[in-house]
């Protein structure tokens, strides 16, 4: 895996940091080829292709709430060889045309964390770069994931939590420990750390969010992330969703984030073609790569 130096070496004017593939079982199960080519067209020069790596197996032993959430939010560790090999294989066909970078998006779960640990010794070598992130929240039913649907969110999660506000600080905890978290070949990047929000516009508009427990948690990440030199995903596919409107970190935090001079790296979060420069030209014109 390349490291922090060599990826806050990248120009983040034409890196996109965050992209998916037909090995997704969520996704629109296109060819990550014509998602290579679209980017090309866009007019990225650096191009992170970060697949969803394998739940560990031990997530299935206590599947709580959606099975479309549970059994569709990655792919298996026996396609993983041919994943690896079809990205070597089309990082070097394009290699004149774009820098490709092969890697991974990678759950952290506390509970499985010496699992994920073992993961990346073993496939931190073979890749060049990933992200961190967080999608399921424990409850005493089992891990719910925050990002199936406004439904199952509501039914499961906030409902376990008690409201939206309470699940934002539970969440922000989570993606604290990520960062605390300590293993060799961990990702130097967190994804979409706001990822909580995304079903906001389907909750009355009064509903809380944020208070001072949360900001409290949001500027410690932040801070953390600055001391260790770490990247934040810039993900812009939010803005595309009715049920969300805004990108995630929401500005303020992203303005709290260059204060700190933390690298925000764009993330189209592109599960289709038609989404691989979706934001871009929102996230060049408002300067988040400066």
């Known amino acids: 895996m390349l490291s922090k130096t060599s990826l806050g070496a990248i120009d983040r004017h034409t890196w996109s940091g965050h992209n998916h593939t037909e090995f997704c079982p969520h996704g629109s199960g296109e060819d990550v080829e014509a998602f290579i080519r679209q980017a090309i067209l866009s007019g990225f020069k650096t191009y992170s292709i970060t697949e969803h790596f394998p739940l560990p197996p031990a997530f299935y032993d206590r599947p709580a709430g959606s099975r479309h959430a549970i059994y569709t939010a990655s792919f298996g560790l026996i396609e993983l060889p041919a994943?690896?090999?079809?990205?070597?294989?089309?990082?070097?066909?394009?290699?004149?045309?774009?820098?490709?970078?092969?890697?991974?998006?990678?759950d952290f779960f506390p509970e499985y964390a010496d699992w994920t640990a073992a993961q990346l010794a073993h496939y931190g070598d073979q890749i060049d770069?990933?992200?961190?992130?967080?999608?399921?929240?424990?409850?005493?039913?089992?891990?719910?994931?925050?990002?199936?649907?406004?439904?199952d969110f509501k039914d499961g999660v906030v409902a376990a939590y008690g409201s939206p506000l309470t699940v934002a600080n539970a969440y922000l905890e989570r993606v604290q420990a990520a960062?605390?978290?300590?293993?060799?070949?961990k990702p130097a990047r967190y994804g979409h750390i706001m990822l909580y929000r995304k079903w906001r516009n389907t909750f009355p508009?009064?509903?809380?969010?944020?208070?001072?427990?949360t900001r409290t948690l949001l500027t410690h990440i932040l801070d953390t992330v600055a001391d260790r030199g770490d990247l934040l995903d810039c993900n812009m596919a939010?803005?595309?969703?009715?049920?969300?409107?805004?990108?995630t970190p929401t500005l303020p935090w992203i303005?709290?984030?260059?204060?700190?001079?933390?690298?925000?790296?764009?993330?189209?979060?592109?599960?289709?073609?038609?989404?691989?420069?979706?934001?871009?030209?929102t996230y060049l014109e408002n300067?988040?790569?400066a």
């Open 83 to 106: 994943y690896l090999e079809k990205m070597a294989r089309l990082k070097y066909k394009y290699r004149d045309q774009i820098r490709i970078l092969v890697g991974f998006e990678v």
């Open 179 to 185: 960062i605390d978290w300590e293993t060799p070949n």
């Open 255 to 281: 303005q709290a984030a260059q204060q700190r001079q933390i690298p925000l790296v764009f993330g189209a979060d592109a599960h289709s073609v038609a989404a691989v420069d979706q934001g871009y030209n």
């Open 205 to 213: 508009a009064i509903t809380a969010w944020e208070d001072a427990t």
């Open 287 to 289: 300067h988040f790569d």
């Open 129 to 151: 770069d990933a992200l961190l992130s967080v999608h399921f929240l424990p409850t005493k039913t089992g891990l719910r994931a925050i990002d199936d649907t406004a439904a």
């Open 238 to 247: 939010g803005l595309f969703r009715p049920t969300q409107t805004e990108f």
